[in-house]
């Protein structure tokens, strides 16, 4: 891979040991990888109506080169079961059905993926990947928001993120610029009592500020959604992507000390 700029040392090794599974079965084996420090992350993906193998490949380089995390990705979110995800410590959806009805990844998948939040472990999704599996009542819950009806957005365009409430995800990070899609009027299926807006931004359209990030607890667990990400692009602006690494972390852990020096700098990593 490439290391750009210097930067990869710890992080670009583990990489490389992760990427040598990729391709020999659905889901990729980082155990060998693993610090003791660090928190195993699976990706959820292999459908979705957005880029998802380029924001995949970015959220994972974006996981790996903080050094805070060790990533497997799993295409196939059905063959799921309390077994496959017990060495993980959070859960991220890049999964979407959009335009394939609304299939459900099964009693099984769903059944592990519930029972693992509440016993005090992390789901997060960014951008789509929160937004199907409407009538999973705990998934959606979990996460806190998801494209809903009444639910939109324009252009791509320019708007500033700031940060309405004190929370570790956002502590010591700055109110940031992005290019990206704005959602409005975030859909809200199954609330809990526990959901946090942590993140808005101001839409033109609705002339209201707009939930961009949010997150929860449930039972034992969290839950996190970055509402930003529209593709690679996306994912590569600074503030949104240590937005994210610290709702992964927090979602996995419930406190948030990834080193995001190299992130805070606005250096590019790639
Ligand atoms: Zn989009």
Known sequence: MKTGHGLATVGCILCAIASVATGASAVDDSSLARQPEQLSVLIITGSNNHEWKSTTKELRQACEQSGRFVVDVTLTPETITADSIAKYDVLVSNWNSFGKGDPRWGKTAEKAVEEFVRKGKGLAAFHAGSSSLHDWVAFQGILGGAW????????????????????????????????????????????????????????????????????????????????????????????????????????????????????KSGEKIQ
């Open 148 to 263: 809903a009806k009444g639910t939109g957005h324009g252009p791509r365009s320019s708007f500033t993120v700031t940060f309405p409430i004190e929370h570790p995800i956002t502590a010591g990070i700055k109110g940031f610029e992005t290019s990206d899609e704005l959602w409005y009027n975030l859909g809200n299926l199954h609330p809990l009592d526990s959901r946090k807006v942590l993140a808005t931004a101001y839409c033109e359209k609705t002339k209201k500020q707009e939930a961009v990030a949010l997150c929860t607890e449930y039972g034992k667990g969290r839950g996190f959604l970055l509402v930003l990400g529209h593709d690679a692009k996306a994912l590569q602006n600074a503030g949104t992507r240590e937005l994210l690494l610290h709702g992964i972390e927090w979602a996995a852990t419930g406190a948030v000390c990834v080193n995001n020096d190299k992130i």
